[in-house]
């Protein structure tokens, strides 16, 4: 089954930038659009970023709209998130998966805190 691997993740202050990573593994990984989600403790997951199966067609969730950027690279099975200017309410699990139901299998995901 498909297999998805986030990284990127740590310890960041407010302001300051991560850059996450996501490759998955036994999947025609260019035929889908993809996803970052997060889940923050005590809430539910939930999209933050899309981008279409070729990269040109991006949406972003209100709260990260002009300060994470999504991108991708098909030919490394790859999707990233470049977060900047990062708040302590961006602290969360972040993970990627397919953009549109029915999702994949999660994976471990990576955790970011914001925090001073």
């Known amino acids: 089954q498909v297999q998805l691997v986030e990284s990127g993740g740590g310890l960041v202050q407010p302001g300051g930038s991560l850059r996450l990573s996501c490759v998955a593994s036994r999947v025609t990984f260019s035929g889908y659009h993809m996803g970052w989600y997060r889940q923050a403790p005590g809430k539910q997951r939930e999209l933050v970023a899309g981008?279409?199966?070729?990269?040109?067609?991006?949406n972003y969730y209100d709260s990260v709209k002009g300060r994470f950027a999504i991108s991708r690279d098909n030919s490394r099975n790859t999707v990233f998130l470049q977060m900047n200017s990062l708040k302590p309410e961006d602290t969360a699990v972040y993970y990627c998966?397919?953009?549109?139901?029915?999702?994949?299998?999660w994976g471990q995901g990576t955790q970011v805190t914001v925090s001073s």
């Open positions: 998966n397919k953009r549109d139901s029915p999702l994949w299998p």
């Open positions: 981008i279409s199966y070729n990269g040109k067609v991006i």
